[in-house]
Protein backbone atom coordinates (compact mmCIF):
# COMPACT_ATOMS: atom_id res chain seq x y z
CA UNK A 1 0.00 0.00 0.00
CA UNK A 2 1.61 3.16 -1.45
CA UNK A 3 1.65 6.33 1.23
CA UNK A 4 -0.89 8.42 -0.22
CA UNK A 5 -3.33 5.50 -0.09
CA UNK A 6 -2.75 5.50 3.40
CA UNK A 7 -3.05 8.77 3.56
CA UNK A 8 -6.52 9.19 2.06
CA UNK A 9 -7.78 6.32 4.21
CA UNK A 10 -6.46 7.77 7.12
CA UNK A 11 -8.50 10.77 5.82
CA UNK A 12 -11.41 9.14 5.67
CA UNK A 13 -11.26 7.69 8.97
CA UNK A 14 -11.10 10.61 10.65
CA UNK A 15 -14.16 12.42 8.93
CA UNK A 16 -15.95 9.28 9.72
CA UNK A 17 -14.73 9.93 13.33
CA UNK A 18 -15.52 13.58 13.55
CA UNK A 19 -18.86 12.77 11.46
CA UNK A 20 -19.60 9.80 14.47
CA UNK A 21 -18.60 12.57 17.19
CA UNK A 22 -21.02 15.00 15.86
CA UNK A 23 -23.69 12.45 15.55
CA UNK A 24 -23.40 11.78 19.03
CA UNK A 25 -23.50 15.00 20.82
CA UNK A 26 -26.78 15.95 18.53
CA UNK A 27 -28.24 12.41 20.20
CA UNK A 28 -26.78 14.32 23.33
CA UNK A 29 -28.25 17.35 23.15
CA UNK A 30 -32.09 15.73 22.54
CA UNK A 31 -31.83 14.70 25.97
CA UNK A 32 -31.92 16.90 28.56
CA UNK A 33 -29.78 16.52 31.61
CA UNK A 34 -31.15 16.88 35.14
CA UNK A 35 -30.98 20.38 36.21
CA UNK A 36 -29.15 20.84 39.76
CA UNK A 37 -29.18 24.17 41.07
CA UNK A 38 -27.60 24.97 44.47
CA UNK A 39 -27.73 28.17 46.27
CA UNK A 40 -25.15 30.02 48.46
CA UNK A 41 -22.48 27.59 46.13
CA UNK A 42 -19.96 29.75 47.91
CA UNK A 43 -20.34 27.81 51.24
CA UNK A 44 -18.08 25.09 52.25
CA UNK A 45 -21.06 22.70 52.29
CA UNK A 46 -21.19 22.68 48.83
CA UNK A 47 -17.82 21.98 48.32
CA UNK A 48 -18.51 18.22 50.00
CA UNK A 49 -21.49 18.19 48.37
CA UNK A 50 -20.20 18.33 44.55
CA UNK A 51 -17.89 14.87 44.72
CA UNK A 52 -20.99 13.35 45.89
CA UNK A 53 -23.24 14.46 43.36
CA UNK A 54 -21.20 13.54 40.67
CA UNK A 55 -20.57 10.30 41.46
CA UNK A 56 -23.87 9.21 40.22
CA UNK A 57 -24.41 7.76 43.56
CA UNK A 58 -27.29 10.09 44.06
CA UNK A 59 -29.44 10.33 40.58
CA UNK A 60 -27.86 7.23 39.49
CA UNK A 61 -25.17 6.45 37.00
CA UNK A 62 -26.99 6.66 33.41
CA UNK A 63 -28.23 10.06 34.52
CA UNK A 64 -26.71 13.12 33.35
CA UNK A 65 -26.96 16.40 35.33
CA UNK A 66 -25.85 19.62 34.84
CA UNK A 67 -25.43 22.01 38.10
CA UNK A 68 -25.59 26.01 38.28
CA UNK A 69 -24.16 27.56 41.29
CA UNK A 70 -25.57 30.71 42.36
CA UNK A 71 -24.30 33.20 44.51
CA UNK A 72 -24.08 36.69 44.96
CA UNK A 73 -21.17 39.04 42.95
CA UNK A 74 -18.93 39.01 45.65
CA UNK A 75 -18.75 35.37 45.36
CA UNK A 76 -18.10 35.10 41.12
CA UNK A 77 -14.13 34.39 41.79
CA UNK A 78 -15.06 31.50 44.19
CA UNK A 79 -17.62 29.98 41.65
CA UNK A 80 -15.08 30.82 38.70
CA UNK A 81 -12.32 28.39 40.76
CA UNK A 82 -15.13 25.69 41.87
CA UNK A 83 -16.23 24.87 38.32
CA UNK A 84 -12.76 24.71 37.05
CA UNK A 85 -12.38 21.92 39.90
CA UNK A 86 -15.52 20.31 38.95
CA UNK A 87 -14.56 20.01 35.43
CA UNK A 88 -11.35 18.21 36.58
CA UNK A 89 -13.08 15.57 38.41
CA UNK A 90 -13.87 14.46 34.98
CA UNK A 91 -17.55 12.64 35.90
CA UNK A 92 -19.11 10.94 33.66
CA UNK A 93 -22.55 11.85 34.76
CA UNK A 94 -21.58 15.88 34.77
CA UNK A 95 -22.46 17.59 31.62
CA UNK A 96 -21.91 21.18 32.56
CA UNK A 97 -20.99 23.04 34.85
CA UNK A 98 -22.43 26.94 35.29
CA UNK A 99 -22.16 29.71 37.44
CA UNK A 100 -24.90 32.23 38.02
CA UNK A 101 -25.12 35.63 40.17
CA UNK A 102 -28.24 37.63 38.34
CA UNK A 103 -30.80 36.96 40.25
CA UNK A 104 -33.30 37.24 37.31
CA UNK A 105 -31.69 34.27 36.08
CA UNK A 106 -31.47 31.71 38.86
CA UNK A 107 -33.30 28.17 38.38
CA UNK A 108 -34.13 28.29 35.08
CA UNK A 109 -35.39 25.01 34.10
CA UNK A 110 -34.63 23.84 37.76
CA UNK A 111 -35.33 20.01 38.44
CA UNK A 112 -33.61 20.43 41.74
CA UNK A 113 -32.75 23.44 43.72
CA UNK A 114 -30.54 22.82 46.70
CA UNK A 115 -30.98 25.74 49.42
CA UNK A 116 -27.33 25.74 51.23
CA UNK A 117 -27.13 28.12 55.21
CA UNK A 118 -27.17 31.92 53.60
CA UNK A 119 -24.41 33.76 53.92
CA UNK A 120 -24.39 36.13 57.27
CA UNK A 121 -24.65 39.78 55.19
CA UNK A 122 -24.89 41.94 58.33
CA UNK A 123 -25.35 41.08 62.14
CA UNK A 124 -27.73 40.55 63.98
CA UNK A 125 -28.32 41.20 67.74
CA UNK A 126 -31.63 40.04 68.70
CA UNK A 127 -33.50 36.62 68.20
CA UNK A 128 -36.42 38.72 66.20
CA UNK A 129 -33.62 40.37 64.17
CA UNK A 130 -32.77 36.90 63.47
CA UNK A 131 -35.93 35.71 62.49
CA UNK A 132 -37.12 38.49 60.21
CA UNK A 133 -34.12 38.81 58.34
CA UNK A 134 -34.80 34.89 56.98
CA UNK A 135 -37.66 36.53 54.95
CA UNK A 136 -36.16 38.76 52.28
CA UNK A 137 -34.19 35.67 50.70
CA UNK A 138 -36.77 33.06 51.31
CA UNK A 139 -39.27 35.67 49.55
CA UNK A 140 -37.02 36.40 46.73
CA UNK A 141 -35.81 32.62 46.03
CA UNK A 142 -39.59 31.31 45.97
CA UNK A 143 -40.99 33.91 43.90
CA UNK A 144 -38.07 32.96 41.44
CA UNK A 145 -38.34 29.08 41.82
CA UNK A 146 -41.94 29.98 40.81
CA UNK A 147 -41.39 31.70 37.94
CA UNK A 148 -38.15 29.37 36.19
CA UNK A 149 -38.14 26.18 37.56
CA UNK A 150 -39.75 23.57 36.46
CA UNK A 151 -43.44 22.32 37.61
CA UNK A 152 -42.44 19.28 39.31
CA UNK A 153 -39.28 20.88 40.38
CA UNK A 154 -37.59 19.42 44.04
CA UNK A 155 -36.76 21.67 46.85
CA UNK A 156 -34.23 20.61 49.83
CA UNK A 157 -33.66 22.90 52.72
CA UNK A 158 -30.46 21.95 54.42
CA UNK A 159 -27.99 23.77 57.13
CA UNK A 160 -28.07 23.98 60.61
CA UNK A 161 -29.80 27.57 61.17
CA UNK A 162 -33.92 27.90 61.32
CA UNK A 163 -34.27 24.99 58.80
CA UNK A 164 -37.88 24.73 59.40
CA UNK A 165 -38.43 28.64 59.29
CA UNK A 166 -36.96 28.49 55.84
CA UNK A 167 -38.62 25.65 54.64
CA UNK A 168 -42.12 27.17 55.69
CA UNK A 169 -41.34 30.86 54.14
CA UNK A 170 -39.94 28.70 51.01
CA UNK A 171 -43.69 27.07 51.23
CA UNK A 172 -45.59 30.76 51.71
CA UNK A 173 -43.64 32.18 48.29
CA UNK A 174 -43.50 29.34 46.39
CA UNK A 175 -47.02 27.50 47.36
CA UNK A 176 -47.87 25.56 43.88
CA UNK A 177 -44.85 23.51 44.77
CA UNK A 178 -45.28 23.35 48.46
CA UNK A 179 -45.26 19.60 48.31
CA UNK A 180 -42.18 19.42 46.73
CA UNK A 181 -40.32 21.41 49.69
CA UNK A 182 -38.80 19.39 52.20
CA UNK A 183 -35.97 20.24 55.07
CA UNK A 184 -33.29 17.66 55.90
CA UNK A 185 -33.29 16.14 59.12
CA UNK A 186 -30.95 13.19 58.43
CA UNK A 187 -27.64 15.26 59.94
CA UNK A 188 -29.22 15.36 63.47
CA UNK A 189 -30.01 11.69 63.27
CA UNK A 190 -27.06 10.71 61.70
CA UNK A 191 -25.36 12.84 65.12
CA UNK A 192 -27.38 10.86 67.65
CA UNK A 193 -26.82 7.57 66.06
CA UNK A 194 -23.18 7.66 66.00
CA UNK A 195 -23.86 9.09 70.01
CA UNK A 196 -25.16 6.10 70.75
CA UNK A 197 -22.70 3.70 68.45
CA UNK A 198 -20.13 5.74 70.54
CA UNK A 199 -21.63 4.78 73.94
CA UNK A 200 -22.14 0.58 72.38
CA UNK A 201 -19.02 0.58 70.99
CA UNK A 202 -20.31 -0.24 67.27
CA UNK A 203 -20.87 1.05 63.83
CA UNK A 204 -23.55 3.91 63.66
CA UNK A 205 -24.39 2.71 60.00
CA UNK A 206 -25.24 -0.31 62.60
CA UNK A 207 -28.37 1.82 64.62
CA UNK A 208 -31.78 2.44 62.28
CA UNK A 209 -34.81 3.98 63.34
CA UNK A 210 -34.28 6.87 65.57
CA UNK A 211 -36.51 9.51 64.75
CA UNK A 212 -35.98 13.47 65.16
CA UNK A 213 -39.25 15.33 65.89
CA UNK A 214 -40.07 19.13 65.46
CA UNK A 215 -37.42 21.59 65.15
CA UNK A 216 -34.36 20.21 63.00
CA UNK A 217 -31.85 22.90 63.84
CA UNK A 218 -33.52 24.08 67.78
CA UNK A 219 -35.94 22.52 69.84
CA UNK A 220 -36.24 18.48 68.72
CA UNK A 221 -36.95 15.31 70.49
CA UNK A 222 -34.48 12.30 69.33
CA UNK A 223 -37.13 9.28 70.01
CA UNK A 224 -35.19 6.05 70.68
CA UNK A 225 -38.20 4.23 71.03
CA UNK A 226 -38.57 2.55 67.27
CA UNK A 227 -34.47 3.04 67.23
CA UNK A 228 -33.06 -0.32 66.48
CA UNK A 229 -29.41 -2.04 66.30
CA UNK A 230 -27.99 -5.06 63.81
CA UNK A 231 -24.80 -7.07 64.36
CA UNK A 232 -24.30 -6.50 68.00
CA UNK A 233 -22.28 -8.80 69.71
CA UNK A 234 -23.80 -9.59 72.87
CA UNK A 235 -25.05 -13.32 74.11
CA UNK A 236 -27.86 -13.00 71.55
CA UNK A 237 -26.89 -13.26 67.81
CA UNK A 238 -27.89 -13.63 64.39
CA UNK A 239 -27.92 -13.71 60.72
CA UNK A 240 -27.43 -9.56 59.37
CA UNK A 241 -30.82 -8.77 59.21
CA UNK A 242 -31.59 -9.68 62.93
CA UNK A 243 -32.31 -6.53 65.07
CA UNK A 244 -32.74 -5.71 68.78
CA UNK A 245 -34.46 -2.54 70.30
CA UNK A 246 -31.68 0.23 71.43
CA UNK A 247 -33.10 0.44 74.73
CA UNK A 248 -32.95 -3.00 75.45
CA UNK A 249 -29.27 -2.64 75.16
CA UNK A 250 -28.25 0.73 76.68
CA UNK A 251 -28.25 -0.28 80.49
CA UNK A 252 -27.23 2.62 81.24
CA UNK A 253 -30.31 5.05 81.61
CA UNK A 254 -28.93 8.00 83.34
CA UNK A 255 -26.95 8.34 80.71
CA UNK A 256 -29.51 8.41 78.09
CA UNK A 257 -31.60 10.87 80.56
CA UNK A 258 -29.01 12.90 81.16
CA UNK A 259 -25.43 12.66 78.94
CA UNK A 260 -26.85 11.76 76.19
CA UNK A 261 -29.47 14.72 76.07
CA UNK A 262 -27.22 17.20 77.07
CA UNK A 263 -24.61 15.87 74.12
CA UNK A 264 -27.39 16.20 71.49
CA UNK A 265 -28.79 19.56 73.21
CA UNK A 266 -25.50 21.14 72.68
CA UNK A 267 -24.41 19.93 69.33
CA UNK A 268 -27.95 21.19 68.11
CA UNK A 269 -27.81 24.45 69.70
CA UNK A 270 -24.38 25.61 68.91
CA UNK A 271 -24.14 24.00 65.35
CA UNK A 272 -21.15 22.20 66.65
CA UNK A 273 -19.72 19.01 64.33
CA UNK A 274 -22.79 20.16 61.80
CA UNK A 275 -20.12 21.12 59.05
CA UNK A 276 -19.78 21.10 55.64
CA UNK A 277 -19.45 17.19 55.07
CA UNK A 278 -22.35 16.21 57.16
CA UNK A 279 -24.39 19.06 55.79
CA UNK A 280 -23.44 17.51 51.96
CA UNK A 281 -24.18 13.86 53.17
CA UNK A 282 -27.38 14.32 54.70
CA UNK A 283 -28.70 16.50 51.67
CA UNK A 284 -27.52 13.98 48.97
CA UNK A 285 -28.58 10.81 51.07
CA UNK A 286 -32.18 12.51 51.17
CA UNK A 287 -32.26 13.22 47.79
CA UNK A 288 -31.09 9.73 46.90
CA UNK A 289 -34.03 8.12 49.07
CA UNK A 290 -36.43 11.13 46.82
CA UNK A 291 -35.66 9.26 43.57
CA UNK A 292 -35.23 6.07 44.51
CA UNK A 293 -37.08 5.25 47.27
CA UNK A 294 -35.40 4.48 50.90
CA UNK A 295 -34.62 1.18 52.13
CA UNK A 296 -37.30 -0.98 52.55
CA UNK A 297 -38.66 -0.92 56.13
CA UNK A 298 -36.80 1.76 57.61
CA UNK A 299 -38.34 4.75 59.54
CA UNK A 300 -36.63 8.70 57.78
CA UNK A 301 -37.12 11.54 59.45
CA UNK A 302 -37.86 14.56 57.44
CA UNK A 303 -39.08 18.24 57.85
CA UNK A 304 -42.59 18.53 56.09
CA UNK A 305 -45.58 20.77 56.40
CA UNK A 306 -47.91 19.48 59.60
CA UNK A 307 -51.36 18.62 58.52
CA UNK A 308 -52.40 17.21 61.68
CA UNK A 309 -50.70 13.99 61.79
CA UNK A 310 -49.44 12.85 65.22
CA UNK A 311 -51.48 15.68 67.05
CA UNK A 312 -49.22 18.46 65.53
CA UNK A 313 -51.02 21.87 64.89
CA UNK A 314 -51.55 22.33 60.80
CA UNK A 315 -49.32 24.87 59.22
CA UNK A 316 -45.90 24.61 61.17
CA UNK A 317 -42.88 22.43 58.94
CA UNK A 318 -42.28 19.75 61.53
CA UNK A 319 -39.67 16.82 61.12
CA UNK A 320 -41.04 13.63 61.92
CA UNK A 321 -40.86 9.78 60.48
CA UNK A 322 -41.13 9.49 56.72
CA UNK A 323 -40.70 6.72 54.05
CA UNK A 324 -39.63 7.64 50.36
CA UNK A 325 -41.01 5.44 47.80
CA UNK A 326 -42.05 6.06 44.06
CA UNK A 327 -40.58 9.35 43.83
CA UNK A 328 -42.62 10.89 46.69
CA UNK A 329 -42.72 10.99 50.53
CA UNK A 330 -45.00 9.22 52.96
CA UNK A 331 -45.88 10.20 56.55
CA UNK A 332 -45.50 6.71 58.72
CA UNK A 333 -48.91 7.30 60.31
CA UNK A 334 -49.51 3.83 61.36
CA UNK A 335 -46.93 3.46 63.72
CA UNK A 336 -47.74 2.17 66.86
CA UNK A 337 -46.58 3.24 70.18
CA UNK A 338 -45.26 6.61 69.52
CA UNK A 339 -47.46 8.98 71.49
CA UNK A 340 -45.77 12.23 72.38
CA UNK A 341 -46.36 14.12 75.71
CA UNK A 342 -48.93 16.61 75.71
CA UNK A 343 -45.43 18.85 77.55
CA UNK A 344 -42.92 17.61 74.43
CA UNK A 345 -45.71 18.77 71.82
CA UNK A 346 -46.46 21.90 73.15
CA UNK A 347 -42.20 22.58 73.61
CA UNK A 348 -41.57 21.73 70.37
CA UNK A 349 -44.45 23.61 68.45
CA UNK A 350 -44.88 26.92 70.93
CA UNK A 351 -41.18 27.85 69.08
CA UNK A 352 -41.70 27.22 66.14
CA UNK A 353 -45.53 28.81 65.87
CA UNK A 354 -43.48 32.09 67.51
CA UNK A 355 -40.61 31.98 64.96
CA UNK A 356 -43.13 32.00 62.16
CA UNK A 357 -45.25 34.76 63.60
CA UNK A 358 -42.28 36.63 64.45
CA UNK A 359 -40.68 36.36 61.29
CA UNK A 360 -43.77 37.72 59.41
CA UNK A 361 -44.47 40.16 62.02
CA UNK A 362 -47.54 38.95 63.82
CA UNK A 363 -45.82 38.99 66.18
CA UNK A 364 -42.83 41.40 68.18
CA UNK A 365 -41.04 39.21 70.78
CA UNK A 366 -40.05 34.90 70.58
CA UNK A 367 -40.46 33.99 74.30
CA UNK A 368 -38.84 30.58 74.94
CA UNK A 369 -41.30 27.97 75.78
CA UNK A 370 -42.15 27.47 79.45
CA UNK A 371 -43.73 24.57 81.55
CA UNK A 372 -46.58 25.87 83.80
CA UNK A 373 -44.43 25.07 86.83
CA UNK A 374 -41.42 26.87 85.77
CA UNK A 375 -43.80 30.38 85.10
CA UNK A 376 -45.55 29.89 88.83
CA UNK A 377 -41.44 29.97 90.20
CA UNK A 378 -40.50 32.98 88.18
CA UNK A 379 -43.53 34.73 89.25
CA UNK A 380 -42.37 33.81 92.73
CA UNK A 381 -39.43 36.09 92.60
CA UNK A 382 -41.36 38.90 92.85
CA UNK A 383 -41.04 41.10 96.24
CA UNK A 384 -44.72 42.33 95.40
CA UNK A 385 -47.07 40.73 98.52
CA UNK A 386 -49.89 40.46 95.90
CA UNK A 387 -48.04 38.78 93.13
CA UNK A 388 -46.40 36.49 95.71
CA UNK A 389 -50.01 35.09 96.81
CA UNK A 390 -51.15 34.87 93.58
CA UNK A 391 -47.94 32.77 92.26
CA UNK A 392 -48.58 30.57 95.55
CA UNK A 393 -52.03 30.04 94.26
CA UNK A 394 -50.52 28.79 91.07
CA UNK A 395 -47.91 26.62 92.29
CA UNK A 396 -50.54 25.19 94.71
CA UNK A 397 -52.44 24.18 90.72
CA UNK A 398 -49.61 22.97 89.18
CA UNK A 399 -48.14 20.89 91.98
CA UNK A 400 -49.38 17.91 90.46
CA UNK A 401 -47.12 18.46 87.08
CA UNK A 402 -43.91 19.67 89.06
CA UNK A 403 -41.35 16.96 88.39
CA UNK A 404 -40.22 14.74 91.08
CA UNK A 405 -36.18 16.11 91.19
CA UNK A 406 -34.88 13.19 93.39
CA UNK A 407 -33.92 9.77 92.91
CA UNK A 408 -34.00 8.09 96.32
CA UNK A 409 -36.98 8.37 98.20
CA UNK A 410 -37.10 10.17 101.55
CA UNK A 411 -34.95 13.00 100.31
CA UNK A 412 -36.26 16.45 100.17
CA UNK A 413 -37.34 17.64 97.26
CA UNK A 414 -35.16 20.64 96.00
CA UNK A 415 -35.75 22.94 93.37
CA UNK A 416 -32.96 23.71 90.77
CA UNK A 417 -31.00 27.03 91.23
CA UNK A 418 -31.93 28.63 87.81
CA UNK A 419 -31.45 32.00 86.73
CA UNK A 420 -34.88 32.40 84.62
CA UNK A 421 -33.68 36.04 83.27
CA UNK A 422 -31.44 33.75 81.22
CA UNK A 423 -34.11 32.09 79.22
CA UNK A 424 -34.78 35.45 77.70
CA UNK A 425 -33.28 35.05 74.03
CA UNK A 426 -30.16 36.54 73.05
CA UNK A 427 -27.47 36.89 70.67
CA UNK A 428 -24.23 39.01 70.24
CA UNK A 429 -22.14 39.90 67.53
CA UNK A 430 -19.47 36.73 67.42
CA UNK A 431 -22.49 34.24 67.28
CA UNK A 432 -25.52 36.50 66.08
CA UNK A 433 -27.28 33.57 64.53
CA UNK A 434 -26.80 31.19 68.02
CA UNK A 435 -29.95 29.44 69.17
CA UNK A 436 -28.59 28.38 72.54
CA UNK A 437 -30.95 29.74 74.75
CA UNK A 438 -33.79 28.47 72.97
CA UNK A 439 -32.99 24.85 72.04
CA UNK A 440 -33.70 22.11 74.30
CA UNK A 441 -34.39 18.17 74.48
CA UNK A 442 -36.69 16.91 76.21
CA UNK A 443 -35.82 14.17 78.67
CA UNK A 444 -35.93 11.06 76.75
CA UNK A 445 -37.38 9.03 79.80
CA UNK A 446 -40.47 10.86 79.48
CA UNK A 447 -41.27 9.14 76.48
CA UNK A 448 -40.14 5.81 77.04
Known sequence: MTTELMKAIAQENLEAHIQKELEKDSLKDLIDPLQVWITSASAPACYSLIPILTSGEVFGMHTEISIALFDNKQAEKTLQNLALEMQDLVSPVLRSVSICTRVEEAFRQAHVVIILDDPRTKEVYTMEECLRSRVPLCRLYGYLIEKNALDSVRVIVGGKTFVNLKTLLLMRYAPSIAHNIVAVALGVEGQARAELARKMKTSPSYIKDVIIWGNISGNCYVDLRKAKIYKYESAIWGPPHFSRPVLSLVFDSEWINREFVTTLKDLTATGKQFGGMLAAHSIATTLKYWYHGSPY????????????????????????????????????????????????????????????????????????????????????TDDNEENQEYADDLVSEYKNDLPDLTHEEGKDQVMPDVDYLDLTPKTNSENPFSQELTNDFENISMEQ
Open 297 to 380: GEIVSLGVLSEGQFGIPEGIVFSMPVKFENGTWVVLTDLKDIEISEQTMARMTSDLMQEKLVALGDLLYFQPYQPEHERAALIT
